[in-house]
């Protein structure tokens, strides 16, 4: 009989969804990784014009739309100060595939990938599908990942390491000290550095940087999307940005896997790309506002949390047993263990929910934790 690859073997449905699926009908949702807002108007409208003009009938070049790649260019040059062909972008189903592109044509079987842990849950279980092996290093006190700590795990197994900034789930943004020394150490190591920036307008305190500004070298890849930027998860549409020759290997399994991205969500980003930017700019001061809602309230109760400077997730240092309690109580929120070894002890709050709702989760957390003191 046939049986499972090894590979495949290697993973299992991530946890977040676990809690989803175990929470009542009325629960309050504090664990979703997606803003509660509607796409851009103007997104919307663009692929319904490309829709009723039949543009979006046929496959589109394996890269996308020029259109599109363009429009990302402009963008990477108008935000990270990057100049980059429009043929060097991939198009892809999300961010998602973007860092499987990424992952599998970058890892060889037995090879290292350096991640976050906390972190992002994709890039432990991609690493495991490419047949690698992730090496997940602990932040340090405030949530960020040390340049010095993914600097000593890398050994001469390590084909790449994993940058999130700002991050899921923990809500740190990297520095520029920190970000340029990424970018050294893609550079000296000679190590790839995926870096994943798909919440990078949401940054409250500071800037984003991204470590493909810095390198010297074409050690760096970056993964985006316009499902955070543009509250369009639905739509599925991320590209990776790289040189010329990681795009031509990257292409290789896009091709193959996907063809092209979806040509309706291609012409929607476009726009959304192209378009004025005070959607994304609104959704930041929203975040921003419930951030420090959230911060003043978990502190109040006597929660260690570091400060998220970035994205919309908070990550407080939690009692044993209050996850679960507050879960019962029907708010929904994702344990740290979700995200990594070391996010044990952890609670991740999502805080894509209006303030009137994250005040009344809050009530709630405040009750268990008073329960549990
Ligand atoms: C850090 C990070 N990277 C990538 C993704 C994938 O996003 P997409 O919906 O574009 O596939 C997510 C989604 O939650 C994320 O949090």
């Known amino acids: 009989m046939t049986e499972f690859s090894s590979r495949v073997e290697a993973v299992s449905i991530s946890g977040i969804r676990e809690v989803f699926e175990a929470a009542g009908a009325d629960a309050i949702n504090l664990g979703l990784g997606q803003p509660d807002f509607p796409a851009p ?3 919307r409208q663009a692929a319904v014009d490309a829709i009723e003009a039949g543009e979006t009938d046929a496959y589109t070049s394996n890269k996308g739309i020029r259109e599109l790649r363009e429009a990302i260019a402009e963008k990477h040059d108008r935000d990270n100060d990057i100049s980059v062909d429009p043929a060097d972008v991939i198009a892809t189903a999300g961010g998602s595939e973007a860092l499987h592109l990424a992952i599998e044509a970058h890892v060889a079987v037995g090879e290292e990938v350096v991640i976050p842990d906390p972190g992002f849950v994709s890039y432990g279980a991609l690493t495991r599908v490419a047949g690698g092996e992730p090496t997940p290093v602990p932040l ?10 993914v600097e000593e795990a890398i050994t001469d197994d390590t084909a790449a390491f994993v940058v999130n900034s700002p991050a899921n789930p923990t809500g740190a943004v990297q520095s520029e000290a920190d970000v340029r020394a990424f970018a050294r150490i893609a550079d000296d190591h000679d190590v790839l550095c995926v870096s994943d920036e798909v919440y990078e307008p949401f940054v409250f305190d500071g800037e984003h940087h991204s470590p493909m500004t810095y390198a ?16 369009m998860t639905g739509w599925r549409l991320g590209w990776v940005t ?14 193959y896997a996907q063809a092209c991205a979806s040509a309706p969500a291609q012409y929607a980003a476009e726009a959304a790309l192209e378009g004025p930017q ?28 570091p400060t998220p400077r970035g994205a919309f997730y908070a990550m407080p240092r939690v009692p044993d ?11 929904i929120l994702v344990p740290g263990a979700a995200f990594g070894e070391h996010g044990a002890g952890h609670a991740r709050i999502s805080y894509a929910a209006g303030v009137e709702t994250l005040k009344e989760a809050l009530e709630i957390m405040r009750q268990v934790t008073n329960d549990l003191q």
């Open 41 to 43: 108007e103007h997104a």
């Open 140 to 149: 340090r006190e405030d949530l960020t990942l040390s340049p010095a700590a």
């Open 216 to 231: 010297d070298s074409d050690n760096v890849v970056v993964v985006n999307a316009a499902s955070k930027a543009y509250s």
């Open 242 to 255: 790289a040189s010329t020759r990681r795009i031509e290997r990257m292409l290789r399994v896009h091709q």
């Open 278 to 305: 005070d959607h994304t700019v609104e959704m930041r001061e929203a975040f921003e506002e419930r951030r420090d809602v959230l911060l003043d309230a978990l502190e109040d109760m006597g929660l260690e949390v």
């Open 321 to 331: 047993g209050w996850v679960e309690a507050v879960i019962d109580r029907g708010v």
